[in-house]
C-alpha cells in the first residue's frame, strides 16, 4: 500500500501574506537572517502580526547551510519566548533552521504543539511543504539531512512580492534547484502517480517561466508561477524522495560551500546520463534502463522530442546545460574558479562515502558504486 498526504496549507496569490492578520496565534517567534531584517522585507510580515495584536519576537542569526551551532542558539532564544507558533521566513537555509529550532526546543520542552508557518522569500527548496531539513556540521563538514512528518510545516505562504527583488544569480541557482526536486522525484524508485503529476507541472512551469523570471525580476507573473513551481516540486519529492544529484550536491556544499541550487544544476546533466546509462558515445538499444523512458516523458513536456529514446535523453542533458549557460551557472568545479584542484580530487573518496551514505540515495534509478560517484564527481571538474 502507498499512501499519498499533504499536511500543509497553502496560501498562494496575490496579498497571500494577509494570512498572518488571522492566525489562531497570540504568541510569535519569527526566524530569520540579516538580510530579511537589514533590507525592510521583514516589515512585510511584522506589519500583519502588529495589526492583529499579535506578540513577536525575532531571531535573525540564520545563516547559509543551517549550521549546528546557529540552530542551538535559536533553540535557546525558542525555550526563553515560548512561542505558540514559529514564523519561517527565509530561504531553504531558514526554514530549515526554524524546523530543526523547533524539533530540538520540543524535545527538551516539551510544553505542547507549536504551530510553523514557513514564508519562502526563494522559488528553490520547497522545504515550506516537506518533512525534510538539513543541518550542517561546520567542524566534520558534513551535511546530514532530518526526515520526520513532525518537521512538516502547518501552513506555507506563498506571496511572490518576497521573491521581487531575489538577485539574478539567486533566481538562476533556487530555480535550477526547483527542476532538480522535480526531475529526480520523477525518476525517484518510489514515485506515484500523484507525485508524478505534481513534478510534471512543475517542470512545465519552469520551462516556461525560468529564464524570464532570470531575465526580468520584476516580471511577478514568471515570478508568482517560480514560487508554485517550487512548492509543487517540494510535494513530489516529499512523497517520493531524491536522488544522487543531492547526496552528491550536498557534499559539495559541505566541503567547499558551493550553493545548493548551483552544486544541483552542476550536476544533474552527469546524473541524468548516469541514470539512464545513456552518453554521447551511445547508440539505439534494444531495452533501456526505466529512467530513460521518465526522462524522455519530461523531454516531451520541454518539447524535445527526437527520433529516438537515445536522442530524446541527449536533448534533455542538452537542454540543461543550455539553461545553465544562459543564466550563467558554470558547468565544471574548475569555471568557478573558487577551488584548487588538490583541494578538491584530495576530498573526491570522503565526498563519495557521505554521498552513498546520504539518504537522498536510496531513491535513485540506478544504484551506484563508489567508484562511480568518484567519476562523477572527476567529470564535474572540467571538460
Not at 499533504?6 to 504568541?27: C, Q, S, W
Not at 506589519?47 to 492583529?52: N, V
Not at 518533512?131 to 513532525?150: E, G, I, Q, R, W
Not at 532570470?214 to 507573473?221: I, P, T, V
Request: glycine residues 6%; contains cysteine; aromatic residues 8%.
Amino acid at each position: 500500500m502507498k499512501t499519498f498526504e499533504m499536511k500543509t496549507v497553502i496560501h498562494f496569490g496575490e496579498n497571500a501574506l494577509d494570512r498572518l492578520r488571522t492566525i489562531p496565534y497570540k504568541r510569535a517567534l519569527v526566524i530569520t537572517d540579516p538580510i530579511v531584517v537589514q533590507s525592510g522585507m521583514i516589515e512585510l510580515i511584522t506589519a500583519p502580526l502588529d495589526k492583529a495584536g499579535i506578540t513577536y519576537d525575532i531571531f535573525q542569526d540564520v545563516v547559509p547551510d543551517a549550521p549546528v551551532g546557529k540552530i542551538a542558539e535559536g533553540v535557546k532564544k525558542f525555550l526563553e519566548f515560548q512561542p505558540e507558533v514559529v514564523v519561517a521566513v527565509g530561504g531553504g537555509s531558514a526554514i530549515d533552521s526554524s524546523k530543526a529550532i523547533r524539533e530540538f526546543a520540543l524535545k527538551i520542552n516539551d510544553y505542547g504543539k507549536v504551530g510553523l508557518i514557513a514564508v519562502p522569500t526563494t522559488s528553490g527548496t520547497g522545504s515550506e511543504v516537506t518533512s525534510f531539513a538539513v543541518v550542517n556540521d561546520t567542524h566534520a563538514k558534513v551535511k546530514y539531512p532530518l526526515v520526520s512528518d513532525s518537521l512538516t510545516a502547518d501552513e506555507a505562504i506563498l506571496d511572490a512580492e518576497l521573491v521581487r527583488s531575489v538577485p539574478p544569480a539567486v533566481t538562476a541557482d533556487t530555480g535550477m534547484d526547483v527542476f532538480t526536486h522535480a526531475l529526480e522525484s520523477y525518476v525517484s524508485t518510489e514515485h506515484n502517480e500523484f507525485s508524478s503529476a505534481l513534478a510534471e507541472k512543475s517542470i512545465e512551469i519552469c520551462g516556461v517561466f525560468l529564464l524570464r523570471a532570470y531575465l526580468d525580476g520584476n516580471d511577478m507573473h514568471a515570478r508568482q508561477k517560480m514560487h508554485v513551481a517550487s512548492c509543487l516540486a517540494g510535494l513530489s519529492f516529499n512523497t517520493a524522495g531524491l536522488g544522487i544529484t543531492h547526496s552528491m550536491a550536498h557534499q559539495l556544499g559541505a566541503m567547499f560551500h558551493i550553493p545548493h541550487g548551483r552544486a544541483n544544476a552542476m550536476l544533474l546533466p552527469h546524473i541524468v546520463e548516469f541514470n539512464a546509462n545513456i552518453n554521447k558515445h551511445s547508440r539505439s538499444q534494444k531495452e533501456y534502463l526505466p529512467a530513460v523512458k521518465r526522462y524522455a516523458n519530461i523531454a516531451h513536456i520541454l518539447g524535445l522530442s527526437n527520433y529516438n529514446k537515445v536522442m530524446t535523453v541527449r536533448s534533455l542533458v542538452n537542454w540543461i546545460q543550455f539553461m545553465q549557460k544562459e543564466m550563467n551557472i558554470p558547468l565544471t568545479i574548475q569555471e568557478l574558479g573558487t577551488i584548487p584542484p588538490d583541494a578538491y580530487f584530495g576530498a573526491l573518496d570522503k565526498m563519495a562515502d557521505a554521498a552513498l551514505a546520504d539518504t537522498c540515495t536510496a531513491n535513485n534509478p540506478r544504484v551506484p558504486t563508489k567508484e562511480d560517484i568518484i567519476k562523477i564527481y572527476t567529470k564535474l571538474w572540467a571538460f
